[in-house]
């Protein structure tokens, strides 16, 4: 891997599933989704660096069989659909936990596709680039949609929305992954009705609520994995007005009134369960990789 002095840096950001519904199922067996998805500014970093030819990998984490990483994967695809740019050397700083409902290896790979769009100057349209996103994995587009929205299909289909100003966040993760392809497996409650979702627009900012908004795998994932619901009992206990799991789990998250009560909470949080993983943040309602890429390409 050659020096990174004078790579180019970028920012994965984890997304976090304010609601989850299951309200159908395609013949080919995949899940069809409804989701409203916002960004986290808690972040994978990775560095870009122009080679002369080829793809260079490597990560600051041993996250298995190389092949099988999502970021390499996207670049390898872009590479397919831009032959004659030269290469690239990739460097992937590892800070989201694996297998945890956040998106992270989605993320990764989305923003590689976004970088080499524009590095390699292969073209892709928006839609393109969707269309790339979901053939590596259903999360892969919400990123490349680069704005909070409503995710529906498979994952493919994107509807921006506002969900107001930023909420302060707290994650709690426990440490022990759940992969997807087995909660979906165990998965055995039935279809919901679309009419059934809740509109995430009433939720009465700043005031408690119980249980507003609904993920159809959170009940599948606290079997496997019961330290799922004493996560969120832990955040509901010291303030949060809103508490679920996001995605397939594990991971949990608190909103809050501000930033104190959450700093709040994280301290006690911290001190009666020390083991697990902790983030204290905000929502994002954009992707950090427009304002990146002007940041980086500025004229001087």
């Not at 680039?129 to 498979?154: K, R, S, Y």
């Not at 330290?227 to 009992?233: I, L, N």
Request: charged share 20%.
């Amino acid at each position: 891997m050659p020096s990174l002095e004078n790579a180019l840096c970028f920012s994965a950001p984890a997304k976090i599933n304010l609601d989850l519904r299951i309200v159908g199922r395609r013949e080919d067996g995949y899940h069809l989704l409804q989701s409203h998805v916002t960004f986290l500014s808690w972040q994978d970093l990775i560095f870009f660096k122009k080679i002369e030819e080829g793809i260079q990998f490597s990560c600051s984490s041993d996250l298995g069989k190389a092949d099988d990483n999502l970021a390499l994967r996207a670049a390898r695809r872009m590479a397919e659909l831009a032959p004659h740019v030269g290469g690239v050397a990739i460097h992937l700083e590892k800070n989201l936990p694996v297998a945890a409902g956040l998106g992270g290896g989605s993320s990764d790979a989305a923003t590689v596709m976004l970088v080499l769009n524009r590095l390699w100057q292969v073209g892709l349209t928006h839609q393109q680039l969707i269309d790339e996103g979901v053939a590596l994995g259903a999360d892969v587009p919400v990123f490349l949609g680069q704005q909070t929205c409503l995710m529906e299909g498979i994952g493919e289909k994107l509807t921006p929305v506002d969900l107001g100003p930023p909420w302060s966040v707290l994650l709690l993760n426990p440490r022990v992954p759940l992969v997807t392809k087995e909660v979906f497996r165990a998965y055995r409650e039935g279809l919901t009705s679309s009419e059934g979702a809740i509109n995430i627009f009433n939720l009465p900012r700043g005031k408690r609520v119980v249980n507003p908004l609904v993920n159809d795998l959170q009940p599948v994932s606290q079997v496997l994995a019961p330290v799922v619901g004493e996560m969120v009992q832990a955040l509901q206990a010291n303030g949060a007005w809103l508490a679920a799991m996001s995605g397939s789990g594990p991971t949990v998250f608190g909103l809050f009134e501000d930033g104190p009560m959450a700093a709040k909470a994280a301290e006690a949080i911290t001190n009666s369960h020390g083991h697990w993983l902790l983030f204290h943040g905000i929502t994002c309602k954009q992707h950090p990789f427009e304002q990146e890429w002007r940041r980086q390409f500025a004229s001087p």
